[in-house]
């Protein structure tokens, strides 16, 4: 979180680097040209807003988008990009705003290039905020022809008392676990690893789709899913599931004193995440560094209100409870093991 001054700056600098002027974002925003004049000058003019505070966030898909070029997920690869960004900000209770693109390449092919803008520019519009501008970097003494790397930076605003940060965790509040789809984008390395070992795995079938495709699907945006979370009382901290698993996610929000007691036997792990498991005969341990394991985002709310969150989620997720907080140290504490076994 940074003060409106340096916001303004960032903001400014961005929007010149993307060649435009202030009407061109406040049209992409949909606002008044002098209220992105006040923003740049480092006044927020969000009325609803009473102390309004941006968020900002970078991120990029990882080795996954390679995978996405190789297997035709050029458009895909863009809902993961998004999504993350999305989720990541979100966990801190922030609405997303704008998004700012960067694609670097050896050389620009059109319809690649026709491809990720509409990645993005739909993945933008379905998490409710705007492409505002981007860069396209050919670099063909840098990047080789036919590899693009991408990135992305997002804006997201709060009211500074209405900000998630963990610090109201207290001890016997409730961990609950919202449900991924599959990989979202960590772990490529390693899947990678397996495919080049056993390329056979590509086309093996796990729950009716091929490895490729269960692989290759979005990650998750639980946008709408912490929208209605947010209208339930008692939220004291939400933790995106990515790189670390849960332990190296979760243990940033934990205040001094406090441990998430976690029961391992209660994750719903995806038959995914079993199939890796078992092929590549990884241990427990590592998959759980390495991958949500099934679990895409950690909520962690007073017991009082665990069972009103759990029906606010799950209209969109699967949610469930695996833990509770205690005091002690040690952060993230596990108990039991993952059910590697097909349910």
Known sequence: MLDYKKTGTFLASKRKQAQMTQADVAQKLGVSFQAVSKWENGTLPFPEIPHPVLVLKSEEPGSKQKLAMEYGYSESICHDMINHLVND??????????????????????????SFIKGISDACRENGCSLVGGETSIQPQVVEKGVYVLTSSIAGILSKDKVIDGSGITEGDTVLAIASNGLHTNGYSLVRMLMDQMPQIKLEKIDGETFIEQIMKPHTTYRNAIRNLLECPGIHGMAHITGGGIQGNLC????????????????????????????????????????????????????????????????????????????????????????????
């Not at 994750?267 to 895409?296: H, W």
């Open 89 to 114: 900000i979100m966990v801190m209770g922030a609405r997303p705003l704008a998004v700012l693109d960067t694609i670097v390449c050896g050389s620009a092919e059109k319809e690649t290039i026709k």
């Open 252 to 343: 940033r929000i934990l205040p001094d004193g406090l441990y998430a007691d976690i029961d391992l036997s209660k994750i719903k792990t995806l038959p995914i995440f079993r199939y890796i498991q078992r092929i590549g005969n990884i241990d427990e341990a590592e998959m759980l560094s390495t991958f949500n394991c099934g679990v895409g985002l950690i909520v962690v709310v007073s017991e009082r209100y665990a069972e009103q969150a759990i029906r606010n989620i799950a209209k969109y997720h699967d949610c469930y409870e695996i833990g509770r907080i205690r005091k002690g140290s040690g952060k993230v504490l596990f108990r039991n093991s993952v059910n590697w076994e097909s349910l």
